[in-house]
Nanobody
């Protein structure tokens, strides 16, 4: 069993940056692929970024490519999402997830509670 807790969300002006963290407990995240997803009001949850177990393969949604960077520190049991050049359309609740296989769909086994990111124009 893995517990995931996201942090680092908040309110930021358009063009600004935030770094989200996802701290894991219960098991070492080095055994899991990790993903970030987001859900905007009135919309379905969507894929943002994913990283494999050792961090040498990363995947991004087209909408965030070049602006967001996913990384992981297995020694700290933490995954990060660096978000630059934020835009109002990035406003959403951001969730991290852990699973056996890295994927861009929602087939992850464990999910955090989410952290709110609000980008004002």
């Amino acid at each position: 069993q893995v517990q995931l807790v996201e942090s680092g969300g908040g309110l930021v002006l358009a063009g600004g940056s935030l770094r989200l963290s996802c701290a894991a407990s219960g098991r070492a995240i080095g055994t899991y692929a990790m993903g970030w997803f987001r859900q905007a009001p009135g919309k379905d949850r969507e894929f943002v970024a994913a990283i494999n177990r050792i961090g040498n393969a990363k995947y991004y949604a087209d909408s965030v490519k070049g602006r967001f960077t996913i990384s992981r520190d297995n020694a700290k049991n933490t995954v990060y999402l660096q978000m630059n050049s934020l835009q109002p359309e990035d406003t959403a609740v951001y969730y991290c997830a852990a699973g056996v296989v890295v994927t861009t769909n929602e087939k992850y086994d464990y999910w955090g509670q989410g952290t709110q990111v609000t980008v004002s124009s």
